[in-house]
């Protein structure tokens, strides 16, 4: 049986008895495939993968700007941040430090006035160094002073009409939250609502109505699910008795399987890595074939 977390390197050379240096050719970002990109705006295609920096708020001696060459160094090409994670500058700094092309931001913004919420549009691009965001995101409905998700979304409109923004979207938006911001909205639907999506943890209402409504639904904390990411259920996705038999099925890591089992449905995502071997196993979700519609089922009904 695969173990949850077997490297790459390692699921190589076990089955094809390989040397760990012949191995680690094969994993070079130059042998694996390209990240799949999904359309979310005209002529804007985001890929099915991201770098998500967030947790490395809550990781002792996390250095983000290593993170962000590192992912950038094994094919990574899109990376999901916030201004509430204070780590842009540390994202600049990566960016900076790498010889790949620009990749695919994605940024958040919390929900306030419209001038604090223009003002942070700013300070984002600022910090990141940019004079644009490849995606900008309400990041939740809720504001925690004055102001309205109304006002934050008519700045983003403004932002994207003068080029700060190529597409504009939200995050942790229900049903609800998303009617309510239609009323208002210059411009609908959003192109992206990000929100927590992992086996074991799936708002299907809510994924219903953007398919219906055209809004890409993306996944955050697809390895530890729960509300707004507060809890790994079931102790944690890799840990699913049902993920490690399809993980076995495949010979590909536990990990591998439970974001397999996202972007299978189309659903693009952000996941926090650190290391390396993670990362490659991570962007390598396409090489080894589908999960069948019975693993699927399966895998779903968790």
């Known amino acids: 049986a695969a173990l949850a977390r077997m490297t790459p390197h390692q699921a190589l050379a076990a089955l094809a ?37 967030g947790s490395g708020m809550l990781r002792p001696g996390s250095n983000v700007t290593a993170a962000v060459q590192l992912w950038l160094s094994v094919g990574g090409t899109a990376i999901d941040t916030a201004f509430d994670y204070h780590d842009e ?32 549009i700013d300070s984002n691009l600022a910090q990141l160094g940019m004079e644009s965001t490849s995606l900008l995101l309400i990041h939740f409905p809720q504001c925690a002073g004055l102001g309205s998700t109304a006002e934050t979304w008519r700045a983003m ?19 609800a939250e998303l009617e309510d911001l239609r009323q208002s909205a210059r411009k609908w639907p959003p192109a992206v609502n990000q929100c927590s999506l992992s086996v074991g943890f799936h708002d299907d209402p809510t994924i219903e109505y953007c398919a219906m409504h055209g809004i890409t ?42 974001l397999k089992w996202i972007v299978q449905q189309g659903h693009p995502l952000a996941t926090a890595v650190w290391r390396r071997d993670y990362m490659e196993q991570d962007l390598d979700l396409w090489s080894w074939g589908d999960l069948s519609k019975e693993e699927m089922s399966l895998l779903t009904a968790v």
Do not use: W
């Open 17 to 53: 008895g390989l040397t760990a240096a012949a191995a680690s050719a094969l994993m070079d970002p130059q042998h694996l495939a390209a990240v799949p990109t999904v359309p979310i705006s005209p002529g804007i295609r985001l890929p099915y993968i991201a770098l998500g920096t």
């Open 217 to 258: 639904y993306m996944a955050y904390s697809p390895l530890c699910g729960g509300a707004n990411g507060s809890s790994c259920r079931h102790g944690g996705v890799l840990g699913l008795p049902q993920v490690q038999s399809v993980a076995s099925a495949h010979n590909v890591s536990t990990a591998q399987v439970a």
């Open 89 to 120: 500058p540390a994202i600049a700094k990566g960016i900076a430090a790498s010889s790949a092309p620009a990749p695919f931001i994605i940024t958040k913004i919390p929900c306030s006035t419209y001038a604090e919420a223009a003002a942070n």
């Open 157 to 175: 409109e403004d932002a994207q009409a003068v080029g700060k923004a190529r597409v504009i979207g939200v995050s942790n938006f229900g049903i």
